[in-house]
């Protein structure tokens, strides 16, 4: 039977996954080696020229992260994927192989605050720029699209919660104009959308949060689709044309639907070098395994305390997509059918003070700057993260000074309820 049969529960488990041929080791070996043995001369020669594949140095490729990059490429319905460092790592390597000095990229407003930065500051290090526009102004994003646009970028559901990209519609218009879409897909996880099926050409993720699920350590992965034609309008010279450091092979010629996957190992992680480690794979991996159980149980968690939370008169205001209140609520069924994520913003009445006293009040939320754990996490984006910001930029953010942003865990929600409501009475007195 072919993966492609397979249902989402038995692919997390199992998906590029074998029993160690060496020793019949059940679980993926961590193979904590740097370089790898050539059979011969001639082996060594033809991985060299990316005429067999195969592992050389670590920098490059590894076994473990080679299973793990195979099981997020099958549950993202991808051709290939590319294991980095972190998310942000993954960002800069799906950009890499598209961008070139005066080239740019159109992004969505709603985006993780450290991708702002990175798309605002420090992409233009290298030349590069992007243009922010409403992803729910279809016209504005094909206005925004120039002869120097490389690809348009967004997020399915985008941090910090309550809102779902209407991926389909957004596909088009980069179809259309003959680029691919880049979709962060790290808050929904390829359990609660499948980009590609919405017409994504390569989706990122941050592994740090969900798909690791428990906040041990950082990773990304670069999903290719397999399904953009590199060659068609003669703007991916990296991917369509010969490349001087492997003799002229051209890359979508050579490798058809994996050019891009292989771009990204033998150009992309041979000269950056932003390469996620074994061990790092293997946590990612152990947590890949309860993926779906956890989701069902982050989305059942956040529907409930969202629904709480809205009823509650000391709360103003909840943006979180699973409600019925949320304008985007009628996106979740073809966007994210089995829910909404586990992320929000809740307004406290009391403002600033009250959202600061609420952060210092609680008990089972962790008050820290990440999210997707299976604990529930709390922070107060306008005196942390946010804090250099004008008010108005923080607005434009999401991060108004009277919301706190939680990334729900997978505890007991009424023990989560409980916390909060203790902590809102000690904070809007
Ligand atoms: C955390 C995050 C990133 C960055 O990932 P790192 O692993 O921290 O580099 C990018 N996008 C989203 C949506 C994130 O939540």
């Known amino acids: 039977m072919s993966d492609a049969k397979r249902g989402f529960n038995t692919l997390q488990i199992h998906a590029g996954a074998h029993p160690d041929p060496a020793t019949g080791a059940r679980q993926t070996p961590i193979y904590q080696s740097t370089a790898f043995v050539f059979r011969d001369a001639d082996h060594a020669a033809k991985l060299f020229n990316l005429q067999e594949v195969g592992f050389i140095y670590s920098r490059l490729t590894n076994p473990t992260v080679a299973v793990l990059q195979e099981r997020v490429a099958t549950l993202e319905g991808g051709a290939g994927a590319v294991g980095c460092s972190s998310g942000h790592a993954a960002q800069i390597m799906a950009l890499f192989p598209l961008m070139g000095p005066g080239k740019n990229v159109v992004v969505s407003t709603r985006l993780y605050g450290g991708t702002v930065t990175q798309m605002t500051q420090t992409i233009k290090r290298f030349g590069w720029s992007a ?4 992803f729910d102004d279809l016209d504005a994003i094909a206005a925004a699209i120039d002869d ?10 985008a941090n910090p919660g309550g809102y779902i990209t209407d991926l389909r519609a957004v596909a088009d218009v980069a179809d259309r104009a003959g680029l691919p879409l880049i979709v962060d897909n790290t808050s929904a996880t390829p359990y609660l959308c499948r980009p590609i099926e919405h017409g994504a050409t390569i989706v990122v993720h941050s592994t740090t949060k969900y798909l690791t699920g428990n906040g041990t350590v950082t990773g990304g992965v670069v999903v290719d689709s397999g399904k953009f034609d590199w060659s068609a309008s003669g703007k991916f010279p990296s991917l ?10 051209k890359f979508h010629e050579t490798f058809g639907p994996l050019a891009f996957t292989f771009h990204g190992i033998a150009i992309g992680l041979r000269d950056l070098g932003m390469t996620m480690n074994p061990q790092a794979a293997h946590y990612t ?16 968690n956040a529907v409930k305390i969202a629904k709480w939370l809205e009823a509650d008169e000391r709360v103003d205001y909840v943006t979180y997509a699973g409600l019925e209140s949320s304008p ?24 600033y003070e009250a959202c600061v ?11 820290v700057a990440n999210l997707g754990d299976t604990r529930s996490l709390i922070i107060h984006s306008a005196s942390t993260t946010h804090r250099q910001l004008e008010e ?3 607005r434009a953010a999401g991060a108004d000074p009277e919301v706190v942003r939680v990334s729900i865990g997978i505890e007991d929600a009424d023990d989560l309820i409980a916390d909060l409501d203790q902590a809102l ?3 809007v007195a």
Do not use: W
């Open 357 to 367: 006293k609420l952060i210092d009040a609680v008990e089972i939320f962790s008050h």
């Open 131 to 134: 243009k922010f526009v409403d």
């Open 392 to 394: 108005n930029q923080q």
């Open 148 to 157: 120097d646009t490389r690809a348009v970028f967004c997020e399915s559901i």
């Open 425 to 427: 009475s000690r904070a």
């Open 285 to 300: 991996l152990m947590g890949i395994e309860t993926l779906s159980l956890r989701m069902e149980r982050h989305v059942q």
């Open 240 to 249: 369509s044309d010969p490349e001087p450091a492997y003799h002229g092979l």
């Open 328 to 351: 985007y609520y009628g996106r979740i069924e073809t966007v994210c059918p089995k829910g909404a994520g586990a992320l929000f913003t809740f307004a406290v009445k009391g403002g």
